[in-house]
């Protein structure tokens, strides 16, 4: 599966972003999906999961009640929705396709946001 993600920009602390990764091919449905992040000097790491069905999710401690995963099957697409964002989540976001709570094996480009204070 290929994947490419969108929808990174700049923002100011307090506003609202969707990210978006399309995937290629018909086995979309097969896979979990993912979004990791990469700040600058730090390393990647895990924000957000949704299984394969779409029926279980998984946020990691500090964007919870903030951010939002979800998937359209039908567009093959996986959304970050993330609200109220802060200057901490300055980072570029990755989303990956692989097995719920394993391995993920396949990732998109990135994409850059960046939250001002």
């Known amino acids: 599966v290929q994947l490419q993600a969108s929808g990174g920009g700049l923002v100011q602390a307090g506003a609202s972003l969707r990210l978006s990764c399309a995937a290629s091919g018909r086995t979309f449905g097969r896979y979990a999906m993912a979004w990791f992040r990469q700040a600058p000097g730090k390393e990647r790491e895990f924000v957000a999961a949704?299984?394969?069905?779409?029926?279980?999710?998984d946020l990691t401690n500090s964007v919870k009640g903030r951010f939002t995963i979800s998937r359209d099957s039908a567009k093959n697409t996986v959304y970050l929705q993330m609200n109220s964002l802060k200057p901490e989540d300055t980072a570029v976001y990755y989303c990956?396709?692989?097995?719920?709570?394993?391995?993920?094996?396949?990732w998109g480009q990135g994409t850059q946001v960046t939250v001002s204070s």
């Open positions: 990956a396709a692989g097995a719920w709570l394993g391995v993920y094996n396949a």
């Open positions: 949704i299984s394969s069905s779409g029926g279980s999710t």
